[in-house]
């Protein structure tokens, strides 16, 4: 899904990138309200995490792979706000060290795989969370949900841009029809790495899980006819706040398995064209792209430049890839929650209101 330079106009790419600026502005000022003691440490485990898993290609028809794009894993887990900012980032990683998805086409393909991802499966998932039983498995089920439509949905997305701004004269039908065929058999792959993503968090912490907040509610008694809230148990020990249970633990092994992932497991991803590659291909899409602006990179197609054992250098790309998004994306996040703690100390505080409120 990853739009090359040359695919779409400077016009439409210029307007796509407006477009994904205002958006990434907005996220930045929502992020702040959604970033916690329990989101922050995780954010920017979300995005190395999301990069390390979109290093995995799985095969999904002859000749034909896919990818997560991460926007339903990234909405679900810490937020839609940071959900935008947390696939952002891994786009801008990949492309500007990678070159993965053109640089001129980095307003299309943030608007496409982060925006439009995000916001589908996050509408989608409250949608289903609302009417499901307030239960774990609920939440499992909307992720899987969510993420399966997030997919073709951009799959959409896409092919409205290319009617707006294509470089080759396709038939759009043509497009359209491959583009959401084969992404909806991606999406079932997004979809399952999404719903055991989440479903592993809950199991272990849900109190992390953003969209598993007020799954819990408490227990009833009928008195006189009425429904009170039952007294908690004396005898049961009383658990720690979650903003005190330390999230250490949950951030080690996420880092250790994006590692892993990145570093070892990649080396056996799919190496056939993914759902875009193949689409612009065999429909002539492709025509007039145009080479990547960091295809000098030392981490050029995800290897390190003079190593000439290609385990060695995949493994060794990946590693780098998931270290320097976890700190670009971490950077990011704490800067947003010192400012959201800044802005909500009492030295913030007007003297007017701290006055009436005394």
Not at 168 to 176: E, Q
Not at 312 to 330: E, Q, Y
Request: glycine share 10%; hydrophobic share 55%; charged share 15%.
């Amino acid at each position: 899904m990853h739009v090359p330079d040359g695919f779409i106009n400077v016009p439409v790419s210029a307007a796509a990138g407006v477009v994904a600026a205002g958006a990434v502005a907005v996220s930045l000022k929502g992020a702040r309200r959604e970033l916690d003691e329990r989101t922050a440490p995780l954010a920017g485990l979300v995005a190395a995490f999301i990069f390390a898993v979109q290093m995995l290609n799985f095969p999904v028809a002859a000749g034909t792979s896919g990818h997560l794009l991460g926007g339903a894993l990234a909405a679900i887990l810490v937020g839609p706000f940071t959900g935008v900012l947390c696939v952002s980032v891994v786009l801008l990683m990949q492309g500007v060290l990678f070159a993965d998805g053109g640089l001129t086409a980095l307003g299309v393909n943030i608007s496409d795989m982060a925006i439009v991802t995000t916001v589908v499966a996050y509408l989608v998932f409250r949608g289903l969370v609302k009417v499901l039983p307030r239960k774990r498995r609920s939440i499992t089920v909307a992720s899987f949900v969510a993420a399966l439509l997030s997919v073709p949905a951009a799959a959409v997305a896409f092919t409205v841009i290319y009617a707006l701004g294509g470089t080759t004269d396709v038939s759009l039908g043509k497009v359209a029809t491959a583009m959401v065929g084969v992404h909806v058999l991606i999406g079932i792959g997004e979809a399952a790495i999404t719903a055991l993503t989440v479903g592993a968090v809950i199991a272990v912490r849900p109190d992390l899980v953003y969209g598993a907040r007020g799954l819990t509610r408490p227990l009833k008694l009928r008195v006189g006819g009425e429904l009170v809230d039952a007294p908690a148990a004396s005898a049961a020990p009383e658990p720690a706040p979650a903003a005190a249970r330390s999230a250490r633990p949950v951030w080690i092994a996420g880092i250790v398995a994006s590692l892993v992932l990145a570093g070892f497991v990649s080396f056996y991803a799919a190496t056939s064209p993914d759902g875009l590659e193949k689409v612009a291909h065999d429909k002539g899409i492709d025509k007039k792209a145009e080479e990547h602006a960091a295809a000098d990179s030392p981490l050029a197609d995800y290897g390190v430049k003079d190593i000439a054992d290609a385990r060695l250098s995949g493994g060794l790309a990946g590693v780098i890839g998931v270290g320097v998004t976890v700190v670009a994306g971490s950077t990011i996040f704490w800067a947003l929650r010192r400012r959201r703690t800044n802005d909500t100390s009492p030295a913030a505080v007007p003297e007017s209101v701290t006055s009436e409120k005394a």
